[in-house]
């Protein structure tokens, strides 16, 4: 973060500072972590579900905070070198601050959404727009009402790209990112089922989603999914230029897949010779690859730095990361699920060239009251795949396995105790579920029991 006058900073949360004296003065950061903290930041106390950041500003001042921002009465001593900001509410305060902050240092901001594939895609067009910009993206998946602000607050003048992930579970949530990040261009990755149990349909979904359309600033550059059934609908949506990628002869920048194998495949763009090969299991990255194309072209990137970039893009843990150990595969999926993400995975790891295939499936959250239906299609889904076991765990995920005469567990360390006495040589094996499973628990017993 660049250095910022406490003046700026109390004008822009529209807070009260209790002790002027200490004006005019500098912070060099702001942090919600006291763990974290730095010397000459500013602790701003965030409440949340299982704590409130009001108990820790004594100790964010030990650890060497100047000041904190608060929308509570706390007791504290204003003799101290350390001064209190009073706000009305200290998350909107947060995003304030950070929407002010990306108007000062003023980078070309690439707003990323859409149901799956937002991280890789994020990190992926950041690698290759860093082979001739400054980039700076997302901390990780820091995609809410958190996360995406403290992303900003750590770009500085120097940051001539910024690429900004967006994440959503209910309505308003993209319209209020947006805001603060004032995107001068989009992608949206697809509409799908994630998160549908916050919604009466996926057109509410698709509504929402395209709530950053309405936050384009400059030349409102948009970059939808022609394989998508909601292109349309986007597109109807943007008022700057529209243009589209996908396997689809109607898009833009086209992919074609002509090889394939256990942990890879490779593909070629419409119009261009270029052969791209990427190490990832599951050719649904062809999207991401895709979205990271059309950035470069329009940013001038040449084609072999692209393709030294995505063929070396390593995947992320618990998204694909693929581990091999004497013999067996691992895939491990264990961050999240929805019933988009999990068909598409379930349907690429059926044509693979394992002995056995073995699916580890897990409940996929918040679908609310069509949580059972998805369960149940899925189920009926791999009866019709070429996969040779099925064990489930959670609760809705029970069905999966009945409909496969597979085996359900509700305690992930009797899967565990199961699984490693059934694995052979040349197995294939795909952990999927959603993350508040730890499903990346049966990764990390694998890789130790088989090692």
Known sequence: MEKIEIEK????????INNKNFLPLYINGISTDTRKI???E???ALKGEKFDGHQFVQEAYKNGAIGAIVDKNISFSSEKKFFIIRVKDTLKSLGDIAKEYRNYINPYIIGITGSDGKTTTKELIAKCLAEKFNVRANQGNYNNQIGLPLSLLSFDKKTEIGVLEMGMSKKGEIDYLSKIAKPDSCAIT????????FFKNIKEIAESKSEILNNL???KFCLFNRDDNFFNFLK???SGNVKSFGKSIKADVRGIIIDEGNDFFSFKVN??????IVNFWNTSMIYPSLISIAFSI???IDFDKIKGVIEKFNSIEGRGKVYKIKGVCLIDESYNSNPNSLKNSLICFSRKNFKRKIAIIGDMAELGKFSSFYHKYIGQLIRKLDIDMVISLGEKSKIISDLNLGKHFSDIEKLNLFIKNKIKTGDGILIKGSNFLNMGEITKFLIKEIG
């Open 42 to 44: 500013i602790f701003i």
């Open 271 to 276: 119009n261009f010779n270029e052969k791209f």
């Open 9 to 16: 900073i109390v004008k822009w949360c529209k807070g009260e």
């Open 298 to 300: 329009k940013f001038g």
């Open 236 to 238: 109807s949506r943007s």
């Open 217 to 219: 600033k400059g030349e």
């Open 190 to 197: 697809n509409i799908g089922r994630a998160h549908i149990g």
């Open 38 to 40: 730095k010397k000459g």
